[in-house]
């Protein structure tokens, strides 16, 4: 089969690899649809400590199961149509047996550190494929797992009625993590760079946008949540809220990024800063959010490239073109 491989950080190829088989417990997924992370780009830069090399990466997608492995009884057969959830927590160690799996001692996820989905195929544990409902598309379901980092983001938070919240950044993760805090009750102000992004964060229910948080009238806030991982962001951010407020930096930065915040604020006003890691028993709220139409997901995915262009997915996502970029292998 065909699969992008990043060899070693910034050397990138879509070449010929061996088909996957099912060892025990796994099945096989052709893919039908995979989107491009903000972590593919730290991973393909060799800023993603956990991920080894080469690897074939991808995480965040859809597609039928062509293969079962024998052992594999009652949850998947083929010819289902399946999400996935990338997380692999190994169940033994102390985080896990905490009930804080995305924590895992031995943490890992399908296509951060073993081969992902940026591929004709994949090879995934069969717990962690769920049946999707007919109606909903490859497109669809590959965008349930980054709705699922976001509603276990938004539960890290917890949401009162009528906070306010400010939301940095406005891509992807944005206006997903924007929509579930406006089904909570929070009335959310959006800011970006890129004021391209604002009117559709305006469309799914901002109360005000901007292309800076000093431009924002609505200061102080409530809540802010950073999803750009950029450090000036995340500093602006802490620097709105209010006195008792909360700051939770769920953007992915370089491993080796450092923030200022004064600990004197953080001591005197009680700020709370969190953070929230991937996904933890949030994948089939996700998919129920997705299925039902609660989480508007289809003018999120911009551009849609076949596999052999996976270099140019990584760049546009790189360079802010559009929003969601996804991979369909299926394409020529």
């Given at each position: 089969m065909r699969a992008a491989v990043i060899n070693t950080p910034g050397d990138i190829e879509v070449r010929e690899v061996p088909d996957p088989t099912p060892g025990p417990g796994d099945v096989v997924v052709r893919v039908g649809a995979c989107g491009v992370c903000g972590t593919d780009l730290h991973i393909a830069d060799g800023e993603f400590p956990p991920t080894p090399y080469p690897i074939v990466p991808g995480h965040e997608f859809s597609g039928e199961i062509v293969a079962v492995a024998p052992d594999v009884e009652h949850v998947a057969s083929v010819g289902d149509r399946v999400a996935v959830d990338p997380s692999l927590f190994c169940g033994r160690c102390a985080e896990c047996r905490r009930g804080r799996g995305n924590l895992c001692e031995n943490w890992g996820a399908t296509g951060d550190t073993v081969d992902g989905a940026f591929a004709e195929y994949v090879r995934v544990p069969a717990n962690t494929v769920y049946r999707m409902p007919?109606?909903?598309?490859?497109?669809?379901?590959?965008?349930?797992?980054?709705?699922?980092?976001?509603?276990?983001?938004?539960?890290?938070?917890?949401?009162?009625?009528?906070?306010?919240?400010?939301?940095?950044?406005?891509?992807?993760?944005?206006?997903?993590?924007?929509?579930?805090?406006?089904?909570?009750?929070?009335?959310?102000?959006?800011?970006?760079?890129?004021?391209?992004?604002?009117?559709?964060?305006?469309?799914?229910?901002?109360?005000?946008?901007?292309?800076?948080?000093?431009?924002?009238?609505?200061?102080?806030?409530?809540?802010?949540?950073?999803?750009t991982g950029a450090p000036p962001a995340i500093e602006a951010a802490f620097g709105a809220l209010r006195r008792g407020g909360r700051l939770q930096i769920f953007g992915v930065a370089a491993a080796e990024a450092t923030i200022s915040l004064s600990p004197f604020r953080i001591y005197n006003d009680e700020i709370t800063v969190v953070g929230s890691m991937a996904v933890l028993n949030s994948y089939g709220k996700a998919l129920d959010l997705v299925a039902s139409g609660a989480v508007d997901t289809r003018p999120l995915v911009t551009h849609t490239l076949p596999l052999d262009r996976f270099p140019q997915a990584l760049q546009n996502v790189r360079d802010g073109v559009g929003l969601k970029v996804h991979v369909d292998p299926s394409l020529t």
């Open positions: 007919d109606h909903l598309s490859w497109t669809e379901g590959a965008l349930v797992e980054p709705v699922s980092c976001a509603v276990h983001g938004v539960e890290r938070f917890g949401v009162e009625v009528g906070e306010r919240f400010l939301v940095v950044g406005a891509g992807t993760m944005g206006l997903l993590i924007q929509q579930l805090l406006v089904r909570s009750g929070a009335e959310v102000s959006v800011v970006d760079r890129n004021t391209a992004r604002l009117p559709l964060a305006e469309k799914l229910g901002a109360h005000a946008t901007a292309g800076s948080v000093e431009a924002l009238d609505a200061r102080p806030f409530d809540a802010a949540v950073d999803v």
